[in-house]
């Protein structure tokens, strides 16, 4: 979009896969300056072509966790474009495993791409939005950040970083009108992140049902630049769980330990240990959507095998 600037400059992080591939195709789509960054040069470029309609694009191959490849990326932007407007910041891993089974090497870089990442933008891509007092920072969260789930250790663990972040800025940035911290949260998404996720918990994940698309939660998150607001959830079972997790956690807790590996594990699909994207991206299996099927079907998959079992 144009506003007396000329077009919007929106970065959008995690880029390549998912929500973020989605989040570059919409604000190509309403003529902004499209930043691309994740941390594979190839799939950013693919993206970079699909970018119809931006007024420009550019790619920024970072690694969010590293403080140092941040502050270049954002100083980059801001040669290029004089200013960043937006950024839409959706990339993240995910770690299956209880705590003690996933190595401490893919714990701690599950915690320092999705919690210290958000940190490492909020520190470069912040001040010179406070000193224009304009600028939209979009958080995408998770449902996770505001529950707790049987093996996945590092990623709620990080997700309520995230989501504890957030707040921070909010309270942080209320002496600048212009600059927003927006909290965008989804629950089941149809995107890669399960199949690239590292995995110790001995099946593939899957997003639980109802499933929503990539391109759902990337319009949630760039509605928050002209309408924003504090909170956004995007998924109709999101308040049912965050409310149950609250006010009725013993509830909770008996039912999400046998109920989780039916809705939100592929029990057909063994998998064999391993560090999915987490310590090195896997260009080859980033697209905008997961290709899992429908939830629906995967659920009633894992029953039949449990019932089968007994
Ligand atoms: N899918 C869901 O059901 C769901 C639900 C709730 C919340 N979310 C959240 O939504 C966001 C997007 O997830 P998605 O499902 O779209 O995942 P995805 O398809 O796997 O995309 C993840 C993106 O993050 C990038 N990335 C990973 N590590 C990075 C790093 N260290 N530095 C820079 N970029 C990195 C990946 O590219 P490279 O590998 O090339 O770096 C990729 O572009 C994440 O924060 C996730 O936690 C997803």
């Known amino acids: 979009m144009t506003s007396a600037a000329g077009p919007r400059v929106v970065l959008v992080t995690g880029a390549s896969s998912g929500i973020g591939r989605a989040a570059a195709h919409q604000s190509a789509a309403a003529g902004d300056h499209v930043v691309l960054v ?48 937006a950024v839409v910041h959706s990339a993240g891993v995910v770690a299956y495993g209880r705590t003690e089974e996933v190595p401490v090497d893919v714990f701690d870089q599950v915690v320092r791409t999705n919690l210290l990442g958000s940190v490492n933008l909020a520190r470069h891509l912040l001040p010179p939005m406070r000193e224009r007092d304009s600028g939209t920072f979009v958080q995408i969260g998770s449902i996770i950040g505001h529950i707790a789930v049987p093996t996945m250790s590092p990623y709620v663990v990080s997700k309520w970083g995230v989501r504890a972040l957030t707040r921070q800025l909010q309270i942080e940035n209320r002496d600048r009108r212009g600059v927003r911290i927006c909290y965008v949260s989804p629950g089941g998404v149809d995107t890669p992140i399960y199949l690239q996720a590292a995995n110790y918990s001995g099946f593939v994940g899957r997003p639980p049902p109802p499933v929503y698309r990539p391109e759902t939660v990337a319009r949630a998150a760039l509605r928050q630049i002209d309408r924003p607001r504090d909170r956004t959830q995007v998924g109709i079972a999101n308040g049912v769980m ?26 057909t699909h063994p998998v064999a240990p391993g560090t999915g994207n987490v310590l090195e991206a896997r260009p080859q299996d980033d697209r905008l959507r997961g290709q899992q099927g429908s939830a629906v079907v995967g659920v009633l998959r894992n029953l039949r095998r449990r019932v089968g079992r007994r």
């Open 38 to 85: 994740a941390r594979s040069r190839d799939t950013l470029e693919e993206v970079a072509a699909e970018c119809a309609g931006a007024a420009s694009t550019l790619v920024l191959p970072t690694d969010i966790s590293s403080d140092d490849e941040v502050a270049a990326c954002v100083a980059a932007a801001l040669q290029k474009h004089g200013r960043v407007d």
């Open 242 to 267: 965050r409310l149950g997790f609250t006010l009725l956690p013993r509830v909770f807790d008996a039912i999400v330990g046998p109920m989780f590996p039916v809705a939100a594990k592929d029990l």
